[in-house]
T-cell receptor
């Protein structure tokens, strides 16, 4: 059973460009969570999605950030008009159900904004 | 809001010795989950151990065990017979039973010396 897949593993963008981060959950998992890790910090929750639904986006900046988890295909975290402060590691996790389930993490995408 | 505190930014242990990493948390909930995740240099987040708050028995996974003190809101991780491969950042995390977002501490960097 393949683990959580994220791509790209590394992404370099110039200020003002768009960044698209993709996450394929583990087989059988329908819940996806995105976290951001700034340098020297722990992970911070951004958004929780189920298929075609955003359940909680309270941890996501109100502007420039959006997330989706379509019926078919991976979950996408999209950052428009990136700024240097967006440079971080973005982790995706998945679980089969919400309650009492461990979240399994992908390898992360390291975003560097020049 | 729940907060997780890891008061040891760095720890060092010799191979084959035992080390304990500390974690305290603040919550008004009675039912929750606690986790230890390991982040090696590859930056992948790997689940080490999980504890349900309603269970009095401390969780154990091979060389890893926890000392869960619910009244003191303390959740320390003990690594026995340390190995070079244990060198990593270790993050303590909390999640409400009715919630889904993991709240992480800032991490403890563990160095294992030969």
């Amino acid at each position: 059973n393949a683990g959580v897949m994220q791509n790209p593993r590394h992404l370099v963008r110039r200020r003002g460009q768009e960044a698209r981060l993709r996450c394929s959950p583990m087989k059988g998992h329908s819940h996806v969570y995105w976290y951001r890790q700034l340098p020297e910090e722990g992970l911070k929750f951004m958004v929780y999605l189920q298929k075609e639904n955003i359940i909680d986006e309270s941890g996501m900046p109100k502007e420039r950030f959006s997330a989706e988890f379509p019926k078919e295909g991976p979950s996408i975290l999209r950052i428009q008009q990136v700024v240097r402060g967006d440079s971080a590691a973005y982790f995706c996790a998945s679980s089969p159900r919400r309650e009492q389930e461990t979240q399994y993490f992908g390898p992360g995408t390291r975003l560097l904004v020049l | 809001a729940q907060t997780v505190t890891q008061s040891q930014p760095e720890m060092s242990v010799q191979e084959a010795e035992t080390v304990t990493l500390s974690c305290t948390y603040d919550t008004s909930e009675s039912d929750y989950y606690l986790f230890w995740y390991k982040q090696p240099p590859s930056r992948q987040m790997i689940l080490v151990i999980r504890q349900e708050a309603y269970k009095q028995q401390n969780a154990t996974e091979n060389r890893f065990s926890v000392n869960f003190q619910k009244a003191a809101k303390s959740f320390s991780l003990k690594i026995s017979d340390s190995q070079l491969g244990d060198a990593a950042m270790y993050f303590c995390a909390y999640r409400r039973n009715s919630g889904y977002a993991l709240n992480f501490g800032k991490g403890t960097s563990l160095l294992v010396t030969p």
